[in-house]
């Protein structure tokens, strides 16, 4: 017997159960190896540590109350705490509307307006030029501006109506593009005359106007160019009256891009169109015809 249990113990290294200052382990009979097994744990420690660090921090909370020093460590706390609130509250503040980032009082009327300067934040905001780009005329057209100098605040809100926004910022790429459209679109016509009585001047619009809109206006015609360096360099920047600006939208419905095969100067063309005539044959050696030709009127 007592051979036969030494050797017992020799094939079992470890006790069945056993566990020291580190470790657990437990022995486990396996019959398909005709061996033992050991597993072996990690004594889990974490609450002797946790009884460590409880120790640690009453001794700070008990130094923080008997040292007056310290004290201002709360008062940051709740420092940091109370900028953290208005740093939410501020956060959470309602957005300024057009109204007040663009608006300005009227001097003389005292009612709310948009003048360039706010014409200019916008712009900036949308990032594009109040000068050159061709949606702000239209949106002076949408919002039924009558002075180029000022919008009023309830013009303005026509403007957003049509666009169904609450502020100019939400406009998207295609809203900014809607200014262009077809000579032949039902309200191209109306659109276009009310920016002649918006820029007129002593019964004219100026060179600048006149190159500016047609330019972007009737870019596909060919001859259009030629005209704008007609009245430039030709006639010393001359601009329109409305006679002529209205008309030229039927000048360019008739001869399209057949300028001049399809102009006649026996039509009733204001004289201005039939000086572009000539001087536009001229210049590119085309005959006039006989019948057309009248010298006593012909300056070219």
């Given at each position: 017997?007592?051979?036969?249990?030494?050797?017992?113990?020799?094939?079992?290294?470890?006790?069945?159960?056993?566990?020291?200052?580190?470790?657990?382990?437990?022995?486990?009979?396996?019959?398909?190896?005709?061996?033992?097994?050991?597993?072996?744990?990690?004594?889990?420690?974490?609450?002797?540590?946790?009884?460590?660090?409880?120790?640690?921090?009453?001794?700070?909370?008990?130094?923080?109350?008997?040292?007056?020093?310290?004290?201002?460590?709360?008062?940051?706390?709740?420092?940091?705490?109370?900028?953290?609130?208005?740093?939410?509250?501020?956060?959470?503040?309602?957005?300024?509307?057009?109204?007040?980032?663009?608006?300005?009082?009227?001097?003389?009327?005292?009612e709310e307006i948009l003048d360039e300067d706010g014409?200019?934040?916008?712009?900036?905001?949308?990032?594009?030029?109040?000068?050159?780009?061709?949606?702000?005329?239209?949106?002076?057209?949408?919002?039924?501006?009558?002075?180029?100098?000022?919008?009023?605040?309830?013009?303005?809100?026509?403007?957003?109506?049509?666009?169904?926004?609450?502020?100019?910022?939400?406009?998207?790429?295609?809203?900014?593009?809607?200014?262009?459209?077809?000579?032949?679109?039902?309200?191209?016509?109306?659109?276009?005359?009310?920016?002649?009585?918006?820029?007129?001047?002593?019964?004219?619009?100026?060179?600048?106007?006149?190159?500016?809109?047609?330019?972007?206006?009737?870019?596909?015609?060919?001859?259009?160019?030629?005209?704008?360096?007609?009245?430039?360099?030709?006639?010393?920047?001359?601009?329109?009256?409305?006679?002529?600006?209205?008309?030229?939208?039927?000048?360019?419905?008739?001869?399209?891009?057949?300028?001049?095969?399809?102009?006649?100067?026996?039509?009733?063309?204001?004289?201005?169109?039939?000086?572009?005539?000539?001087?536009?044959?001229?210049k590119h050696g085309i005959e006039i015809p006989k019948?057309?030709?009248?010298?006593?009127?012909?300056?070219?």
């Amino acid at each position: 017997m007592g051979s036969k249990s030494s050797k017992n113990n020799e094939k079992s290294k470890f006790p069945t159960h056993g566990s020291d200052e580190k470790y657990k382990y437990s022995t486990y009979k396996n019959n398909k190896i005709k061996d033992d097994f050991v597993v072996i744990d990690y004594l889990d420690n974490s609450k002797e540590k946790k009884e460590k660090t409880n120790n640690i921090n009453n001794n700070i909370t008990n130094d923080i109350k008997n040292d007056n020093s310290k004290k201002d460590i709360n008062i940051n706390k709740n420092t940091i705490s109370n900028k953290n609130k208005n740093e939410t509250k501020i956060i959470s503040e309602k957005p300024k509307t057009d109204f007040e980032l663009y608006f300005i009082k009227d001097s003389e009327t005292g009612e709310e307006i948009l003048d360039e300067d706010g014409l200019l934040k916008i712009g900036n905001d949308l990032k594009i030029d109040i000068y050159t780009h061709m949606f702000f005329p239209y949106f002076f057209y949408l919002c039924k501006a009558k002075n180029l100098e000022k919008i009023t605040k309830s013009e303005y809100k026509n403007g957003l109506n049509y666009f169904h926004v609450d502020s100019i910022k939400k406009l998207t790429q295609s809203n900014l593009n809607s200014w262009k459209m077809k000579i032949d679109n039902s309200k191209f016509k109306d659109y276009y005359i009310y920016l002649f009585n918006l820029n007129v001047m002593k019964k004219i619009v100026s060179f600048e106007v006149v190159e500016l809109y047609f330019k972007n206006f009737f870019s596909e015609y060919k001859f259009v160019n030629e005209f704008i360096d007609f009245l430039k360099n030709e006639k010393k920047e001359c601009g329109l009256n409305k006679d002529q600006w209205t008309t030229f939208i039927d000048l360019i419905k008739t001869v399209k891009n057949n300028f001049p095969q399809n102009y006649s100067i026996e039509d009733a063309w204001p004289n201005l169109f039939d000086e572009f005539y000539y001087y536009y044959c001229k210049k590119h050696g085309i005959e006039i015809p006989k019948n057309n030709e009248d010298e006593e009127e012909y300056p070219y």
